[in-house]
DNA sequence: AGGTTTGTAGGATTTAGTAGGATTTCGTAA
DNA sequence: TTACGAAATCCTACTAAATCCTACAAACCT
């Protein structure tokens, strides 16, 4: 389970943290002081489950719920705090909350009840995935696990071995905001639009050089891509990554130039083009493609 | 879903019962005003949910509980009352009750909690058959058990033939600390901060020798691990380990390298490129992909 | 003792960011 | 169709920091 706490009381998230941590029920994958500020954040990494408070600055738990929902997040929220008047507590489960549990923190509660939603949660998948296979059956269609755009993209770069290059989060991050955001899937926006945009999301401070600098860790993870494949495809042309990722996602001049110098043991003689447009636009297809299908 | 309600204040089993009529959430099988009087007909009557008070004259909740638990009765408790103390909220929730509602009642809350009980009741109920019609056909069961960090990454090491080494240990315990420290999931650490940490938590003495010794380790480990996949692979390199590591954990130009030469019969000749951020990182993001499914 | 593994130390190589320039693309006009 | 120019895209080169490597010493087996 992937957990996101919003709390003002850092003492409050801390207790929450650990609680988590010890008991083994998951990951915290952030948090933030405040409704506001816990938005964005949510919305990319889609946790399964956001510990909430009700009372705090700027956007208060149930607006902060409001917001989520109808910007189609579809996790599931525990109220955390310690208010006594009942009428909100009502307001909270009205508002589709999991359970509300009143401050001060207690460890045992805090965890069962932390287990109890994850156990509801996998066993509501598990029908589900039943379900959907049984359905897929009668259709004749193959059930396709459900994966949120940044995993379709790191299987993607998985395969071509630059899960680590330091581009690979750049190339998630571009994917993810092509396919949020762009209202035309038709049309592709040029790179240096892109650049900027992720530079700002990034928060950067000097705009112009980090676009500068998105740019070459991108050439660089593509190269790095590139003579992956070239050497899949040396040992064995006929495995499922060189076929589909060679033709598709680079100039197949320079991969077959590539074969032959690593057929030959002379490596990185001669310069390889890097297409940087064609492998990102191949890219946000497939993924929008398989996005879809979901 | 058959409830009995136990409460020595009239007017909370008068506002329960309506709820659960209003909400046509199930049947009041039965009440009573405490512990005492609602054994015998509770272990008679045989309710799925028993909604309980905890503070009561003759029998407190919890000793209900326990009583009814030593006769073998199996039901579901949710415990409705308006203490305070958290410590006692804690207890009650060792004893296994399924939720602890606090008084005064709310409407909303009540409901949405047993519904939420209900549900669950009639999920596991359906995993179960399909679970037991299942098992008539498959004899061997997969189990999905629970694993923790160290678990998943032993796995993944064993498969690369490298369990054994010295630096296996560093390995599990980087993941760990990764795992559930690292605050950004998409962010990596410069590997000599992994290291000052690593040999912090080892308590060595002189931190600039041991992050070099874990370096070395590291580096030796994960060359044996090159060798181990490139053998495999010289062999066999349809095998699913091969197909695996091969690609992501290392760079392939080196594995690829090492098969010819393993081909060819002739030892440790060339010198092999170890890529420890790259492993590192692949296995990093592995295991958290593997653990949040948890 | 003889061989193997592990630790130590310093140096070599690679990588990521920065900046400027070269090349390619694409629409438009001749 | 060809030529042109601006915009977009791609490439090279440099530096500091990170990462990787070699080689020897020490410790640990048998």
Redesign the pocket.
Known sequence: MRYYIVDDDSASRMMLKKIIVDGELGLVIGEAENGEKSIAPILSTLPDIVLIDFLMPDLDGIETIEKLKSQGFEGQFIMISQIVNKEMVGEAYKKGIEFFIHKPINKVEVQTILQKTAEQYRLRDSLLTIKESLASFTTAKPALKKQNVGEIVRTKLSDMGIMS??GSNDLKEIIEMLVYKNNEPNTFP???DIYESLAKRQNAEDIK??M??I???L??TILAAIQHIATIGSIDYTSREFEHYAPRYFEYQEIRKLMIEVGENRLNSS????????FIQVLYLEVLESYKNI
């Open positions: 290059e330091v040029p790179l240096i050089k980090e500068k600098a740019e070459q860790r050439r660089r310069k390889i083009k890097v297409n940087i447009k064609k």
